[in-house]
Antibody
């Protein structure tokens, strides 16, 4: 059974930084692309960032490009999202998500989500 | 690539046939997925590649379309189907979602 467990969320001041982690189990982690998707309270889903299975290709939404960095440690089956220069509009539940393929594809498994709140 | 779903909300009764549409701002071949989300829960993949049913998803759900116009159809609504539905294009990065369609009980 695929399991994705996010950690690292919390309250941070505007301009601050936070690092999210996602521990994966139940599948061969390095064989699949991974993504981060967020959802502000009462709003729709927003794709944030993606990374290929080998980690060599990374992708970002325009709204976070230059501020967020996605990475992965395939030896530890863990996905990361380093978030810098945080803004109030980054406040959301962040989901770790597994793709169906190694480079691209739909998301077939999701974590339970973790809340990030950017506020002074 | 922008995705526009219609309607934004929909009221229907158990047993009804319901169709939700998703229009892409440019062609995305068949690289479109549909998700269901219930309050406080993570989304669930229903359909990928425009028309392929994800394992374990009831056959009352179906998808169709290619290029720029896509539809999600629920053939006979069940009580557990009342939720919000999102389309997502996975043709090219950055991936994008539609704004969602909230399906409510009439």
């Amino acid at each position: 059974e695929v399991q994705l467990l996010e950690s690292g969320g919390g309250l941070v001041q505007p301009g601050g930084s936070l690092r999210l982690s996602c521990a994966a189990s139940g599948f061969t982690f390095s064989n699949y692309a991974m993504s981060w998707v967020r959802q502000a309270s009462g709003k729709g889903l927003e794709w944030v960032s993606g990374i290929s299975g080998g980690g060599g290709n990374t992708y970002y939404a325009d709204s976070v490009k230059g501020r967020f960095t996605i990475s992965r440690d395939n030896s530890k089956n863990t996905l990361f999202l380093q978030m810098n220069s945080l803004r109030a509009e980054d406040t959301a539940v962040y989901y770790c998500a597994k793709s169906r393929g190694a480079v691209t594809g739909s998301t077939d498994s999701w974590g339970q989500g973790i809340l990030v709140t950017v506020s002074s | 690539i922008q995705l526009t779903q219609s309607p934004s909300s929909l009221s229907a009764s158990v047993g009804d046939r319901v169709t939700i549409t998703c229009r892409a701002s440019q062609g995305i071949n068949s690289y479109l997925s549909w998700y269901q989300q219930k309050p406080g829960k993570a989304p669930k993949l229903l359909i990928y590649a425009a028309s392929t049913l994800q394992s374990g998803v009831p056959s009352r759900f179906s998808g169709s379309g290619s290029g720029t116009d896509f539809t999600l159809t629920i053939s006979s609504l069940q009580p557990e189907d009342f939720a919000t539905y999102y389309c997502q294009q996975v043709n090219s990065y950055p991936y994008t979602f539609g704004q969602g369609t909230k399906l409510e009980i009439k």
